[in-house]
């Protein structure tokens, strides 16, 4: 596509349950970026997808976040037992290589009440 | 552990002002800077991207360049206008295949 997708936009969920966020990146960009972004701060790298590359995942703060990233192209970042503090907007982003400039997508809020 | 810093954290100016936001981070072993903007509620816009080997680029009004000797990075806006009202993000990355690491941003306003 023209641009990194992402959706939803905005997602409110009970505490406890969980959620599905996803990525659709720029068609032949091989890397692709999970980050999170809290009120009041910086962006914070979750996970990062290179090729058929095993994924780098050590941004992920528990065992209750993971993502997956299909034939190279769309990703999925899950979240189970969401927690208030999970409460983020959740940007995903892309690179033609592993070099590359990011393009970000609008990012999906997500609120846990 | 690379760590980015911007300052000011936020900046008012009247419109029409030439300004510059700084960048500096800790490790000066980088791959590339990359500057962005976000506006409220919105994604992140790349503005622009310095390769290591690079000391500027260009962008319209936008001008970045970059001293990896000393660890700097700025971004300099002319001629501000109130559409530039934005968070300017400044980032790099260490090597090719890692993640960018961002700063908390500088927050500008510019009135007319």
Redesign the interface.
Known sequence: GAGVSQSPSNKVTEKGKDVELRCDPISGHTALYWYRQSLGQGLEFLIYFQGNSAPDKSGLPSDRFSAERTGGSVSTLTIQRTQQEDSAVYLCASSLDRGGGYTFGSGTRLTVV | KQEVTQIPAALSVPEGENLVLNCSFTDSAI??L?W?RQDP??????LL?IQSSQREQTSGRLNASLDKSSGRSTLYIAASQPGDSATY?C?V?DQ??????????TTLSVSS
């Open positions: 791959y590339n990359q962005f509620g919105k994604g992140l816009t790349s991207l993000l980032a990355r090719a295949g890692t993640a960018l690491i961002f700063g908390k941003g």
